[in-house]
């Protein structure tokens, strides 16, 4: 009981000190970090809803994500739709998509399913460069402005700032932990994790296997279309790489492999790694500490040479990571906490 309101008052700090953070930081791009920290996480606990709980590792998660975004684009750009109505035709989009998808590939288990769904996701892309009339192409689609959000005649936010997309942010990754827990621990939950343990065992007890799998895409597939929305919003641009790219899905894959699969926290220790890391290659600050601590000099040829490759390298590193992972922490960084935890316990007896 002590230990329920422990977590349950450090939950509210952490979630008081969120809310006022935009109050007490001006600096864009501390709130742009945050930002993209909640779209992380947003991304991973959708991914975790079906490859973390059901055991349906898909590699193709950038096909629902890069619906949702695109959706929401094209209708703001094309037809003056608000996005906060676009987005629900992304939904509503990426709902059948993912019916449609899931009566397809579930039919195949293993490294056929990753295939499959590495398919799909090439075949939205290829979908969308091509269908130039639509999607605009390879060029993609910039939005010039984001219209005010209005309650009748009252603006409530005009979007000029990062503050909006902060809260924005800030709730879609709630919503989507909120999610995460209720699955978790509702009968669909176990209904998934028997799923993941052993299929046929699973469907000998008279679990529908199938319609199980393609509620866990659905779901799974609706708030990563919410979270590609949002980035499409967010950063005002949407192309075919960006959105619908391989990486993307692999990205959203790591979220969860290096925090922890099938964790309600694994995908935020994931996201608290990842997108520090992808930043720090970008801007090449790890290139410049290695030169400030002396252990690289500027001018040498692997400074230079790290300063020109470096920032297009975080595939390779992530993979590097992965790897490191697997070998020492199979179970993602929320498995190794929850082992030293109960070895401490053990030894505290």
Known sequence: MTKTILKAATGLI???????VPRYVESPYALHMMILLFLSVSQ???WNILGGYAGQHSVGHAAYFGVGAYTTMMLMHAKQV?????????????VVVALVIGSICFRLRGPYFVLASIAVAEIMRLSAINLTTLTNGAEGILATEIPAFKIGERVVTDFLTKVPFYYIGLVLALLTIAITYWVQHSK???????????????????????VY??????ISAV?????GAFYGIYVGFVDPPT????????????????????????????SLILVPLSEALRSNMITEGLVKIGLVSADSRIGLFLKENLAHAHVLLYGILVVLVILFMPEGLMG????MAARRNREAV
């Not at 959105?243 to 995908?267: A, R």
């Not at 190794?336 to 082992?339: N, W």
């Open 14 to 20: 952490v979630l008081a000190a969120l809310l006022v």
């Open 44 to 46: 991973g606990q959708s």
């Open 82 to 94: 608000v996005p906060w109505v676009g987005v629900w035709a992304g939904v509503a989009i990426v």
């Open 188 to 210: 669909l939950g176990y209904y998934f994790q028997a799923i993941r343990e052993d299929q046929d065992a699973a469907h000998s007890l008279g679990i529908h296997i199938t």
């Open 213 to 218: 799998k393609n509620i866990g895409l659905v």
């Open 223 to 227: 708030l990563t279309s919410l979270a």
């Open 243 to 270: 959105v619908l790219g391989l990486d993307v899905s692999v990205q959203i894959m790591l979220i969860c492999i290096i925090g922890g699969m099938g964790t309600l926290w694994g995908p935020v220790l994931g």
């Open 336 to 339: 190794f906490v929850k082992k």
